[in-house]
């Protein structure tokens, strides 16, 4: 059973920076696949990016492609999401997730994919 736990989401102005935290227990979520998807007021919750076991290889949503950059420390069984030049659209609840015993680089963007979810953390970007 892996428990996961968002951190990091606040108010910010536009064209900010804001790093969010994904920490793990339970599990080492080092062979697990993992990603981060947002669900904005009034809207489904969609794919933001994905990350493979080993970090090598992320994918993201055309949306946030070349603003944010997904990373993670194995060691410290944490995920981050660094989101730069951040935009009111941007606002949404953001969750983590984990696909465990994942053994190559595959990443994962769809809901059903993943296994395990964080409660969530709210980023509200103001214009």
């Known amino acids: 059973q892996v428990q996961l736990e968002e951190s990091g989401g606040t108010l910010v102005q536009a064209g900010s920076s804001l790093r969010l935290s994904c920490a793990a227990s339970?599990?080492?979520?080092?062979?697990?696949?993992m990603g981060w998807f947002r669900q904005a007021p009034g809207k489904e919750r969609e794919f933001v990016g994905a990350i493979s076991w080993s970090g090598a290889t992320s994918r993201y949503s055309d949306s946030v492609a070349g603003r944010f950059t997904i990373s993670r420390d194995n060691a410290k069984n944490t995920m981050y999401l660094q989101m730069n030049s951040l935009k009111p659209e941007d606002t949404a609840f953001y969750y983590c997730?984990?696909?465990?015993?994942?053994?190559?680089?595959?990443?994962?963007?769809?809901?059903?994919?993943?296994?395990?979810w964080g409660q969530g953390t709210q980023v509200i970007v103001s214009s």
């Open positions: 997730a984990a696909r465990t015993f994942v053994f190559n680089s595959k990443l994962y963007s769809r809901e059903s994919e993943y296994m395990y």
């Open positions: 339970g599990h080492p979520i080092s062979n697990s696949a």
